[in-house]
């Protein structure tokens, strides 16, 4: 089976601009959980999608969000972007809801806000 | 609140020697415990995982021990190789869930 893919992989933005990524989950899976990695903060947790419905969100401002389609791809917007922005951007898929699931990164969209 | 906290930060080991790290959480309800291997420009990679059923598990050189009573789980490297050198994640499911990280261990294998 193919992994989970994200494109691009890599986005130059500047401040106040908007940004789309998408993730592409493995074959299967439903469930697709976004996260924010910057140097020393680990991984924070952004939103949840299954099925097409957002089940979790992290605690991060409504400028973050996202979405999921019928065929579970999931896209996450960020907008007015700030430079705290910058970051490397995960998602993850699951078969069933994540935090009980087995996750499986993509590669990352690295975001860099100038 | 969701909290997991890794020690130590930064773990230097010599190949062939094990590595141990040690993840606390804070919810008792915590019940899914995965790990995760960053290595430098790369996906972070499930290694290892232990359901809260279970006190240990082993897959070749890592193994993982759970003290539910303590609310504490810990990663067991043995005989250290360099291609064991990254960062490396643990996590707890939440009751509403989710997976809370910790911020991660730098390990470090000197030949």
């Known amino acids: 089976k193919a992994g989970v893919t994200q494109t691009p992989r890599y986005l130059i933005k500047t401040r106040g601009q908007q940004v789309t990524l998408s993730c592409s989950p493995i074959?299967?899976?439903?469930?697709v959980s976004w996260y924010q990695q910057t140097p020393g903060q680990g991984l924070q947790f952004l939103f949840e999608?299954?099925?097409?419905?957002?089940?979790n969100k992290g605690n991060f401002p409504g400028r973050f969000s996202g979405r999921q389609f019928s065929n579970s791809r999931s896209e996450m917007n960020v907008s007015t972007l700030e430079l705290g922005d910058s970051a490397l951007y995960l998602c993850?898929?699951?078969?069933?809801?994540?935090?009980?699931?087995?996750?499986?990164f993509g590669p990352g969209t690295r975001l860099t806000v100038t | 609140g969701e909290n997991v906290e890794q020690h130590p930060s930064t773990l230097s080991v010599q190949e062939g020697d094990s590595a141990v790290i040690k993840c606390t959480y804070s919810d008792s309800a915590s019940n899914y415990f995965p790990w995760y291997k960053q290595e430098l420009g790369k996906r972070p990679q499930l290694i290892i995982d232990?359901?809260?059923?279970?006190g240990e598990k082993k897959d070749q050189r890592i193994a993982v021990t759970l003290n539910k009573t303590a609310k504490h789980f810990s990663l067991h490297i043995t005989e250290t190789q360099p291609e064991d050198s990254a960062v490396y994640f643990c996590?707890?499911?939440?009751?509403?869930?989710?997976?809370?990280f910790g911020k991660g261990n730098q390990v470090v294998v000197i030949p």
């Open positions: 996590a707890a499911r939440y009751g509403n869930n989710r997976l809370a």
């Open positions: 074959s299967g899976h439903r469930s």
């Open positions: 993850a898929s699951s078969l069933g809801l994540g935090g009980g699931s087995e996750q499986y």
């Open positions: 999608y299954f099925s097409e419905t957002q089940r």
């Open positions: 232990i359901r809260s059923n279970v």
